[in-house]
C-alpha cells in the first residue's frame, strides 16, 4: 500500500498540475486491463531470477505494482479537482515547488489519501492469484491459507474457515475506523461543485 500510495500520489500530482507524461494515464490503466494470469508467469519467472519468491518484500513490491495504476488514477482525480490557486498563492509566498507539495497540498490531500489508501489496502488484503503463486510456505497470505484448510482426508474446516476470515476482517475494519473521519470527506472530495 505504502509503495503503491507514494508512486501514485507523486505521478498523479505530476500528471494533474504539470501535464507531462504523454501516455502515462494510458500505459497505467492497460496494466490492470491484462489479465492476471498473462502478467504473473513472466513475473513468476523474474521473481524466482530474483530470488524474491516466498519473501515478504518480493509480495509487497508486486502489491506496489499491481496496484499503482488504481492509486494513480483515484489520486489524479482528487488533484484534479483541488483548486490550484491555492498553490499558486503559496509559490507567490515565496515556497519551492517541492515545499508547496509537503506543505500545502498534502495536508489538504489527507482526506483523498486515506480513501485511496483504504482501497489499496483491501485490494492488496484480499489478493488470492499473485500470493498463490509468488508463496509456497514461508509468506503465505491470509486467503491462500484459508483455501488450504480443505482437502480429500479432512474435509471442509468450516470452523477454522470462519474463525480465520474473521481474523482476516480485522485489520480493513480497525483502519477504517482509524480514517473514519478522513474517509467520509475524502470519499465526498469534489462531489460539489460551486
Not at 499491481?66 to 483548486?83: E, I, R, S, Y
Not at 500470493?131 to 486467503?143: G, H, K, M, Y
Request: with cysteine.
Amino acid at each position: 500500500t505504502a509503495i503503491a500510495m507514494t508512486a501514485g500520489t507523486a505521478a498523479a500530482y505530476g500528471l494533474s498540475r504539470f501535464g507531462f507524461g504523454g501516455n502515462l494515464p494510458l500505459a497505467l490503466i492497460q496494466l490492470r486491463l491484462f489479465p492476471p494470469m498473462a502478467v504473473m508467469i513472466p513475473v513468476m519467472i523474474m521473481w524466482a531470477f530474483l530470488g524474491l519468491i516466498d519473501t515478504w518484500w518480493g509480495l509487497a513490491l508486486i502489491y506496489g505494482i499491481v496496484t499503482l495504476p488504481f492509486a494513480f488514477w483515484l489520486m489524479k482525480t482528487f488533484f484534479d479537482d483541488m483548486p490550484r490557486e491555492i498553490e499558486d498563492a503559496a509559490l507567490v509566498e515565496g515556497c519551492s515547488r517541492w515545499r508547496v507539495f509537503l506543505r500545502v497540498t498534502l495536508p489538504m490531500m489527507r482526506p483523498a489519501l486515506a480513501s485511496s489508501a483504504l482501497f489499496v489496502f483491501i485490494l492488496n488484503w484480499s489478493d488470492y492469484l499473485i500470493a498463490l503463486l509468488l508463496t509456497t510456505r514461508d509468506w503465505v497470505t491470509i486467503p491462500v491459507y484459508m483455501a488450504s484448510l480443505s482437502s480429500s482426508m479432512t474435509g471442509q474446516l468450516y470452523g477454522a474457515k470462519a474463525a480465520l476470515g474473521l481474523i482476516a476482517a480485522v485489520p480493513p475494519v480497525i483502519m477504517g475506523i482509524a480514517i473514519q473521519k478522513q474517509l467520509v470527506r475524502g470519499l465526498t472530495f469534489g462531489a460539489l461543485k460551486e
